[in-house]
């Protein structure tokens, strides 16, 4: 990973973060995440004049990947609603890494050495174990991380679908323009099928600046790892990319009030070792 690459992911992560808590913030959770798909939809139409036509090879992983974030925007949601999101975000991410670690090893043929394999084991242990514990001195909600486990599943599949995809597209502006095009039309209308167009208008208005907002962030933040993928193992990035859960742990205690604690400290100590061991270059 050069360092341009490395920033890329770096920056892709604080992106993130950012727009997982701005859907986090939106009280009604299908409200938030029809204007951020929505939004993101938008973006990507208004790129398609500008940017290459994805290659044939690259429309089976789009498509699929399509499906994939559909479902990953349910479990989110079902996530943001029963459990913080100082601990739905730490699971969800965290628990991916190790997931396209084998996914890539046995799709990809991308097997990483010691270094980067203990590196992202380190990291996902610490931050995955650590948020089991629960915030707020109390014991876990097990439906909540069950939602989360699931939606890193997830994040697992589309990271190398997409990785796969992007490489096939020959562009990957081209690539991340299409999926949002295609994969953004299933919440908006679900949430129109769901509300009545009055009713629709009053929920969508309040947060409309902040949905949209939302959305110029996470299309920002997923071409900004697409472009990565196309220029380096897609392992080593997606657990780099997790170095987003600092970012989300911190947003929880600044503005969500929820506790920072000594695991969340343990978190960052491990993050930055993993991150260490995954970047060695022998």
Not at 73 to 100: C, E, H, K, W
């Amino acid at each position: 990973m050069t360092p341009l690459v490395t920033a890329a992911v770096l920056l892709a992560a604080v992106t993130h973060a950012s727009w997982n808590a701005i859907a986090h913030r939106i009280t009604d959770k299908l409200t938030g995440f029809a204007l951020i798909s929505g939004g993101g939809m938008l973006i990507g139409l208004a790129l398609l004049p500008f940017t290459a036509f994805p290659a044939a090879g690259a429309w089976p992983y789009l498509l699929v990947s399509a499906v994939i974030h559909v479902a990953y925007y349910a479990l989110l949601m079902r996530s943001f609603r029963l459990g913080d999101f100082g601990q739905a975000y730490p699971i969800a991410r965290g628990s991916a890494p190790l997931l396209v670690t084998v996914l890539a090893a046995v799709f990809a043929n991308e097997v990483p050495d010691g270094w980067a394999t203990g590196g992202i084991l380190v990291s996902c242990a610490g931050l995955t174990g650590v948020a089991l514990w629960g915030l707020r001195g109390r014991r876990p909600d097990w439906s909540a991380i069950g939602a989360a486990l699931a939606t890193g599943v997830t994040i697992a599949a589309y990271t190398v679908v997409d990785g796969l995809g992007v490489r096939a597209s020959g562009s990957s502006l081209g690539y991340i323009a299409w999926l949002m095009a295609v994969q953004g039309t299933v919440l908006p209308a679900y949430f129109l099928y769901r509300h009545r167009a009055g009713t629709a208008w009053a929920l969508l208005r309040p947060h409309a600046g902040l949905g949209l907002c939302g959305a110029v962030l996470s299309v920002t933040a997923y071409a900004l790892v697409l472009w990565a993928q196309t220029r380096a193992e897609l392992a080593p990035i997606a657990a780099l990319r997790e170095s987003s859960i600092l970012v989300g742990a911190a947003i929880g205690a600044l503005f969500f009030k929820e506790r920072f604690g000594a695991p969340r400290i343990a978190a960052a100590g491990l993050l930055v070792v993993g991150i260490g061991l995954m970047l060695h270059t022998g």
